[in-house]
């Protein structure tokens, strides 16, 4: 393909995902309204999952398993989250979370690379039947099966980005028809590896139709059925489940499929808990991701962009994903929302700041 079709391919498909979020808003007659018909779901939020600190200055999130056994944890803290706030972002300026992920897609643009940022729905906006006692708990627009999902600030969030011609893939209408399909949540907020699968998927196809990366002939990745852990980290407390599992074959055998073999790759990927779930198994989204591309993916591990005290992003690690072509970005759609406005609801100008240098 040459560089018109490419283009002509990356237009049709963000038009084809902006119809998709213009009918949703729609659907709910305008963000406003949709957003204030939800508050019962955010009430609810705040009586079963939130308390206040001591100084009762800012929300902190209560763990708790529900009856379907599922753990909902501090990412219940953003559906609590206004529908529009701004905050401290790159060079110490007020940006919206659309406008602090436009700068890091402007860097790489003016770089000469090109940057793909996927978002993945969260639990709570696929089967929101499972965080609330009843359906009333969900108003209006939150019941599963005719409702058009839970959380407006982040489907109004997602709708910012594709105007700000950042190049996305929204995975939620994807994980929306496949809801019924497999399970593709953990009982903790991480994507189950089915949902890893659907996502790897989903971002190999993307690239096939968008840009001239080939199958690599001298990459040999293979693919086994295994039950593993539903927790990241093999906690034999968790019940296991049946899951695709990658390997290569290395100097010693097998080797799960994670980083290596990556030094002749154009394409380097970082994200969140999305991309870090079920990598130590070769079941994470970048082994799905290389195995349907047949392609070796650089996985540069767990880089927020959106974070404070959870490990965000370095200036250098930014500037150390130059040497790929694509850096693709994966995280929550809440992403931007967890760990900021929600702490502060009553107390706004306790606003953390983060990342907070020139790109």
């Avoid at 038009?15 to 204030?36: M, S």
């Avoid at 499972?130 to 407006?152: C, E, M, Q, T, Y």
């Avoid at 394409?267 to 079920?278: K, M, R, T, V, W």
């Avoid at 991701?289 to 591990?301: E, Q, R």
Wanted: hydrophobic share 35%; net charge positive.
């Amino acid at each position: 393909m040459d560089n018109n079709d490419i283009s002509n391919k990356v237009y049709s498909f963000r038009k084809k995902q902006f119809d998709y979020l213009i009918q949703e808003e729609n659907v709910a007659g305008g963000y406003e309204k949709w957003y204030a018909s939800l508050e019962p779901f955010r009430q609810f939020i705040k009586r079963q999952y939130t308390q206040w600190d001591i100084c009762n200055k800012v929300y902190r999130p209560r763990y708790v398993t529900t009856s379907f056994g599922d753990k909902i944890d501090h990412h219940s803290l953003a559906y609590l989250a206004p529908l529009s706030f701004t905050r401290i972002g790159w060079n110490g300026k007020r940006l919206s979370p659309a406008k602090h992920l436009k700068k890091i897609s402007d860097f790489f643009t003016r770089k000469g690379k090109r940057f793909l940022y996927v978002t993945v729905p969260n639990k709570g906006m696929i089967y929101p039947e499972r965080i609330v006692n009843k359906s009333s708990d969900l108003g209006l627009f939150g019941n599963p099966g005719g409702g058009i999902g839970v959380a407006p600030q982040w489907r109004k969030y997602i709708k910012e980005v594709l105007a700000e011609n950042i190049e996305t893939l929204d995975l939620l209408p994807v994980f929306m028809k496949q809801r019924d399909e497999g399970d593709l949540f953990s009982k903790e907020h991480h994507i189950s590896s089915f949902g890893a699968m659907i996502t790897g998927r989903m971002i190999a196809d993307y690239i096939l139709s968008t840009t001239n990366i080939k199958s690599d002939e001298n990459f040999h990745i293979n693919m086994n059925e295994a039950y593993i852990y539903t927790s990241d980290y093999g906690n034999p407390k968790c019940e296991k489940e049946k899951a695709s599992i990658y390997y290569i074959e290395g100097k010693f055998g097998k080797e799960l499929y994670w980083n290596q073999n990556t030094l002749d790759s154009k394409i380097a990927i970082f994200g969140d808990c999305n991309l870090q779930s079920y990598c130590s198994h070769g079941a994470g989204i970048s082994a799905n991701l290389s195995y349907y591309l047949k392609y070796p993916i650089y996985n540069a591990g767990r880089k927020l962009i959106y974070g404070y005290m959870e490990r965000p992003i370095k200036k250098e690690e930014i500037e150390e994903l130059l040497q790929y072509d694509i850096i693709i970005y994966v995280n929550f759609s809440s992403a931007p929302f967890v760990r900021t406005a929600v702490f502060n609801l009553r107390h706004p100008a306790l606003e953390y700041k983060w990342c907070n240098y020139k790109l």
